[in-house]
């Protein structure tokens, strides 16, 4: 009995990963398969702007968690 409830919750961690990695790989199809069809400056453009958020996005991290530890 332990064995089989062992398998089960062995089973069941695999579907998650196996879910989360078919979840990862069709959202990356859908971003690569959009970027293919726009014109090279447009993908270039939307990268430029991705790129300057997150690093908007990482200096007011980085500057939140300094000033969280000064306390």
């Known amino acids: ?3 089989s409830l062992s398998e089960q919750l062995s089973s069941e961690s695999e579907r998650r990963i196996m879910l989360f990695l078919v979840a ?3 959202l990356m ?12 400056p447009v993908t270039l453009v939307a990268a430029a702007v991705i790129a300057g958020w ?12 300094t000033e969280v530890t000064a306390r």
């Open 1 to 3: 009995m332990l064995e």
């Open 29 to 40: 199809g859908i971003a690569l398969g959009t970027a293919a069809h726009l014109p090279l």
């Open 54 to 65: 997150l690093l908007v996005f990482s200096l007011r991290e980085r500057r939140h968690k």
């Open 24 to 26: 990862a790989l069709l």
